[in-house]
């Protein structure tokens, strides 16, 4: 079944960048997706088919591909933004929805 | 805005049934896809299945053998039933809807969720 890898823990400083990764053979056709968990609350969609935003997201967040790697990358990084963030495909070929493992943000 | 809200026992006995349920307000439950995903203390998320408002179902295969899924329109829930469970099931569970589109004849999931309600702990021990 196909698997998502995504990176070890990413630590940043408040108004840095962050960028976290999510590595699928083939991911490029693939439309990757992206949740945000803070701790105790239930996933956030925070960005769709690979670069778009939904309504309510800041412009901080932005989405790309690049090989077999998409990458979540959020500028300006706040304290609030601090939480697990996963990404998310849908296989087509088995109809299923395959998620990452997950990758925890730290605002220093 | 649609909001989803799961209920159902917290406390589940090993080799029972665990049953929940999912509330949907602020919309119809019809025309929609609708999923159900888990997370295990500590650990990532796990897609369980789907269903459409027609009642048609996709499971992951890893659960297919145990899971069960099925909606009421008329009360505008769906649910899920995971037979069988062990300690490995407890987890929160979430519902979620999958965004989509349709046409004048059919619609179609987006592969992706874009609410979620906010989940609900189900322990498995006797």
């Known amino acids: 079944s196909y698997v998502l890898t995504q990176a070890p823990p990413v630590s940043v400083a408040p108004g840095q960048t962050a960028r976290i990764t999510c590595g699928g053979n083939n991911i490029g056709s693939e439309s990757v997706h992206w949740y945000q968990q803070r701790p105790g609350q239930a996933p956030v969609l925070v960005m769709y088919d690979d670069g778009d935003r939904p309504s309510g997201i800041p412009e901080r967040f932005s989405g790309s591909k690049s090989g077999n790697t998409a990458t979540l990358t959020i500028s300006r990084v706040e304290p609030g933004d601090e939480a697990d963030y996963y990404c998310q495909v849908w296989d087509v070929l088995s109809d299923h929805k395959i998620f990452g493992g997950g990758t925890k943000l730290s605002v220093l | 805005q649609v909001q989803l809200q799961e209920s159902g026992p917290g406390l589940v006995k090993p080799s029972e049934t665990l049953s929940l349920t999912c509330s949907v307000s602020?919309?119809?439950?019809?025309?929609?896809?609708w999923s159900w995903i888990r997370q295990p203390a500590g650990k990532g998320l796990e897609w369980i299945g789907r269903?459409?408002?027609?009642?048609?179902?996709n499971y992951n295969s890893s659960l297919k053998s145990r899971v069960n899924m099925s909606l009421d329109t008329s009360k505008n829930q769906f649910s899920l039933s995971l037979s069988s469970v062990t300690a490995a099931d407890t987890a929160v569970y979430y519902c979620?809807?999958?965004?989509?589109?349709?046409?004048?004849?059919?619609?179609?999931?987006?592969?992706?969720?874009?609410?979620w309600g906010k989940g609900t702990t189900v322990t498995v021990s006797s």
């Open positions: 269903i459409y408002s027609t009642g048609n179902t």
């Open positions: 979620a809807r999958e965004s989509g589109y349709c046409s004048r004849t059919s619609c179609y999931p987006r592969g992706y969720l874009d609410v």
């Open positions: 602020g919309g119809s439950i019809s025309s929609s896809y």
